[in-house]
Structure formats: structure tokens, C-alpha cells
């Protein structure tokens, strides 16, 4: 449920309208291109969970296999793109909110920052079991969509029968032609990073790297079942170019299938999805504060636990940088909120393709030692892991040539420029104190 929560937000139940527009029908097959991506970088997660119990981390892997710098860079680079999750959840909550209640939008934004913080405040289970219900509400309402929509979409309460000529009835089921799935497999690439939260959440749970190694495949598996499905029955209900950029896809469904209640039941399931989302941004910005500082990457003082084992100065650093981002986004909306936005545009594409380099070099490592292999063990290596590496490279490279995702392309590389220059920065500080410790 903390990787569900992680993944199925407002980038599922809104974001996916621009998906839909720009692809057609085919954007099924976008979604299912990108989600074996994923599935694959998941899978090498689990074998080095298995091989190293003692990785607290997702990004600790980098570390493990390629070095202080890889810690240091994939560490502080997921933390910024989660950081920036956090403000961005909290006013689409408050924007949802401001409906109901006649407040202005930063002021319920900050209102939002609050909850979550005494959420993250209270222990791990406490946000475990936020998360949880949070959750249980998303995929309850996914569920029932999809039976809803297949009912319908299959004939059976449909007045004119079997729907499924819409996926070729405008314009065919690639109306934008190839090069527009492989764009669309751009963007969805976003919306379903966040499965590696269970690497970061497992850390504190009984078993670790068993409850990483036996969710990696799974969970990444349940999630593209609730988005290729919903996906696929939203274009089979009604015409995809009905569906208008910035609605809900959901809502406009349900409203075709003459369900009245539509719309103020997506405001709610979208609200729950939101702070769900918002709930795992700000645990896993803690969790990864607290890690860089164990490694002395961050400071020595985010290390500290109170007597419930939460990191609270973590979690009141990230409480206030997202503060600081809703006021932004209150204040200047155009410049200061939409840079740091677009900056962490390819971040987790970075990130994803320094992890799978990491196994790959922790394998053959472990080849050349002679050490058996863990119990759970990458598909067709190395074949499946260049793959997936390629894969990710062929996203960026696909992000350079499509006008309007160019721009994120290169704010991310300046993000990684700068994360690169800060540990060139530190390890020069470092070899200096060295150089000035007395002997012995």
C-alpha cells in the first residue's frame, strides 16, 4: 500500500488526460512499454536487497556498487525530486479543497504541511497505517471503475452495446502514428516511478530485504493492472479525443456511463489520492535525509531518533522546504515554483539508470568472487539489465527531440550538474580536514 501510495496519485486520476490527448488509444501500449521498465529496475532492486540486507536505501545501492559519489548524487537527487513532490501534492490538495472551503489555496496548502508533518511526527506505523487506508480508498475506487467500465464497455449495461469499437473508431488506434507512443511512454515514464518507496520503508520493518524481494515484481505487476486497465476500459467507454487535458478521464467516463454522482466522487477519491501521495513524499524526504546524514552526506544532527525511532529534525527540515515551495508556488507560480518543477523532470530517469548500473556491477562482483547466488535473481542477466539501461536512455534522448519535455531535459541536467559539483565540493572539504588533523 506505501508503493500504491506512492505511485496511483493525481498523476493517474488528471494527468493521465494529456496522455490520453496526445496518444489516443495507443497510449495503453506507452504505459505498458514503460511499466516494464520499470518492472525490470524493480526486479534488480529485489536481487540487491536479497544479496545486501544490511541497504537501508534505495539509493544506498548506488553507493554499494559504484561508490561514495553514487550515494551522494543518486541520494541527494532523490530527495529534491520527492521534495518537490511534496509542495506540488499539497496545493493540488488545497486547490481541490478551496472548493469547499473559502480559504485561499497557500493557506490550506500549509494547512496540509501540517497534518502530514504530525503523521510523519507520530512513528512509522503511524504513517504505515495512514497510508494504508489512504491507499485501500484509491484501489477500492479503481476496482470498482474498472468493473463499472468493463460492464459497460462489454455491452452489458452499455444501451447500444459492446463499446470496443472506440479504440479504432477516430482516426485508429495509433492516430498520431508510432513516434506518438514512444512520446507518450515519455511521459507516463513519470507516473509510475515510485514503487522503490518499499526499499525505503522496508528498512524499517522485521525483515527487510525479504519484504523487498518478495514486493518488488508483485507490486509493480498490481500497479500497471490499475493503470493499464483503467486506462484501456477509459478509451474503450468513450472517444478518446472527448477527453480534454486537465479533466479527469475518470470523471468524463463515469459521466458518459450517465453515473451522476461522478463528479463530486472523483473530487473526494482524487483528494484521498493526493494526500496519499503527499503522505509518502514527505516520509521517504525523512527517510533519505536520514541516510545521507548516517554516511555523512547530510548534517550529523538529522540522525538523531526520539524515543518512537523518528528522525524528527528530518522531518521538520522537510516540513519547512515545504513550506517554503507552497509559498513559491503562491507567490511566484511562473518562475520560482515552475523552475524547480521542470528541474525534476528527468531526475528519476538519473537516478533509475545509476541504480541499474550499480547491479550490474555488484553481479559481476559477486560472479567473480564465487559467492552464490540470492534467492531471488534478475531475469536474462546481463541481457534484461542492458536492456532496461537502454531503455531508460532512449526516454531521455526521446525527451531531447519532443519540444515541450526539451526544456526538463536540460533544468535535470543542470539539477545534476550541481549535485555532481556539491560532492566534488564536499570530498575537497573532507581531504582538507584530513590534511589538518594532527597525526595519531
Keep these: 500500500m506505501i508503493s500504491i501510495g506512492g505511485i496511483i496519485g493525481a498523476g493517474l486520476f488528471v494527468g493521465s488526460s494529456a496522455s490520453i490527448a496526445a496518444a489516443g488509444p495507443a ?10 521498465l520499470v518492472l525490470l529496475v524493480m526486479r534488480m532492486l529485489g536481487e540487491m536487497a536479497m544479496s545486501l540486507p544490511t541497504v537501508r536505501s ?20 532523490y530527495w529534491y525530486f520527492w521534495m518537490i513532490v511534496v509542495p506540488v501534492e499539497a496545493i493540488a490538495g488545497a486547490n481541490i479543497l478551496h472548493a469547499w472551503v473559502p480559504l485561499p489555496a497557500g493557506l490550506l496548502g500549509c494547512g496540509l504541511m501540517a497534518a502530514m508533518t504530525v503523521v510523519n511526527l507520530m512513528s512509522a506505523r503511524s504513517y504505515g497505517e495512514f497510508e494504508f487506508w489512504f491507499s485501500s480508498i484509491k484501489v477500492a475506487a479503481i476496482i470498482a471503475f474498472i468493473a463499472i467500465a468493463a460492464a459497460y464497455a462489454c455491452g452489458w449495461t452499455s444501451p447500444h452495446g459492446p463499446t470496443f469499437g472506440n479504440l479504432t473508431s477516430r482516426g ?33 520493518s522485521a525483515e527487510p530485504a525479504r519484504a523487498v524481494a518478495r514486493l518488488t515484481s508483485s507490486i509493480i505487476v498490481r500497479i500497471l493492472t490499475f493503470y493499464v486497465g483503467s486506462i484501456f476500459l477509459i478509451v474503450a467507454v468513450l472517444p478518446w479525443n472527448s477527453i480534454r487535458i486537465g479533466d479527469s478521464p475518470f470523471t468524463r467516463a463515469l459521466t458518459h456511463m450517465h453515473f451522476a454522482w461522478a463528479g463530486a466522487a472523483m473530487d473526494v477519491i482524487i483528494l484521498t489520492a493526493v ?12 527517510r533519505v535525509l536520514f541516510v545521507l546524514a548516517e554516511h555523512g552526506d547530510a548534517p550529523q544532527a538529522l540522525i538523531q ?32 515554483f515552475a523552475f524547480l518543477v521542470d528541474a525534476s523532470g528527468a531526475l528519476m530517469v538519473f537516478i533509475y539508470m545509476i541504480v541499474a548500473v550499480a547491479h550490474v556491477r555488484l ?24 536492456a532496461a539501461i537502454a531503455g531508460m536512455a532512449a526516454v531521455l534522448i526521446a525527451m531531447a527531440f519532443t519540444p515541450s519535455l526539451a526544456g526538463d531535459l536540460h533544468v535535470s541536467l543542470i ?8 560532492y566534488l565540493g564536499v570530498r575537497a572539504c573532507r581531504a582538507g580536514a584530513a590534511a589538518r588533523a594532527p597525526a595519531g
Aim: charged share 10%; hydrophobic share 55%; net charge positive.
Design 27 to 36: 497510449i495503453v501500449v506507452s504505459y505498458l512499454i514503460t511499466g516494464t
Design 58 to 77: 534505495f539509493t544506498e545501492f548506488a553507493r554499494a556498487g559504484l561508490g561514495p559519489w553514487a550515494g551522494f548524487v543518486a541520494g541527494w537527487l
Design 172 to 204: 485508429g488506434f495509433m492516430p498520431h502514428g508510432v513516434v506518438s507512443v514512444l512520446a507518450g511512454a515519455v511521459t507516463v515514464y513519470f507516473s509510475l516511478t515510485g514503487a522503490e518507496i518499499i526499499t525505503v520503508a522496508a528498512a524499517e
Design 275 to 286: 494526500l496519499s501521495c503527499l503522505n509518502s513524499a514527505f516520509y521517504v524526504c525523512s
Design 305 to 336: 531518533l526520539n524515543c518512537r525511532r523518528v528522525p524528527v529534525k528530518s522531518v521538520l527540515l522537510c516540513a519547512l522546504a515545504g513550506i517554503a515551495g507552497i509559498l513559491a508556488a503562491v507567490t511566484a507560480p511562473q518562475r520560482v
Design 363 to 386: 553481479r559481476r562482483n559477486r560472479e567473480r568472487a564465487g559467492d552464490p547466488p540470492p534467492a531471488l535473481t534478475m531475469w536474462l542477466f546481463p541481457w534484461a539489465s542492458y
Design 415 to 422: 539539477a545534476l550538474a550541481v549535485a555532481i559539483l556539491a
